[in-house]
């Protein structure tokens, strides 16, 4: 994972002025009363003003969001290295919302013919904006054998895929649901965990971090990991972390990854 370094900077908090009343501006009590009324307030930045203020990137970048810098914080879809994506979080951390951004990027970023996306979920009614997108492979619920049948194709297609430029983004919501399916789909999933990037196939997967323990077996085959909020007593995951660094992150809109010996904060964009 890397940020794509560019000399156009985007801001990721936008000031924002709290409206005066004319009264009060006609009696301001302190400066420091007037001061905190003028504090800027944080959002989420918007993924199309983003990609339109960073331009052009790699074809082989995978957008994942937008670094305190106002750098993209991008994915290599050529390089294998980081490995499948595990990502982390509380209930309304924004694990969801960090797929379908993911989703949104490669139809903003790419042809069809060089990225496309497919997904596992137990709440199809969430992606269903997703399912006519030419970038889609298909939207399918994780109880349905569709879904199975989607694994082993994927896997199929990645076995025979020693050339091909294209690359397929596997979005797996909620890596416990597959705690339900059969031993061979489990195989499978594991196949391309471990295989699947060298062959263009990446795994991108949620997990809930109070539910964490439950999917252990799973975990070692994750080496990057992407936190969103986590409150304390749901640690599991990050022992020996600075737990503080996760409990800081606002729920919904940031995340944070490792970069080098430190955590990195940053943003996802709204739709």
Known sequence: ?????????????????SELRPELEAQRNTQTELDSRLAPIQVAPVLADVLDEVGPMPREALFMGIAPDGLPVLLNLHDPSPGPILVA???GAGKT????????????????GDVQF????????????FVDSPHSAGVFPVYDSSAMD????LSG???????????VVLLLDDLESMEQVDFDVRQTLRWLLLRGPSRRVWPVVTVNAERASQVEAWLEAF?????????QGHMSLFEHEDESVFQSLKAGVQFALREGGDWMKFWVPTS
């Open 150 to 153: 989607f694994l082993y194709s």
């Open 118 to 129: 497919g997904v596992i979920t137990a709440f199809p009614d969430e992606w269903e904006a």
């Open 97 to 112: 919302a960090f797929l379908q951004n993911i989703a949104r990027g490669v139809e903003q970023m790419h042809e069809p």
């Open 223 to 231: 080496r990057t990991r992407v936190i969103g909020h986590v409150d």
């Open 157 to 167: 297609w990645a076995h025979a895929n020693r050339s091909s430029q294209q690359s």
């Open 89 to 91: 979080g509380d209930p």
């Open 1 to 17: 994972m890397s940020r794509f370094n560019t000399n156009r900077q985007f801001s990721l908090a936008l000031e924002a002025l």
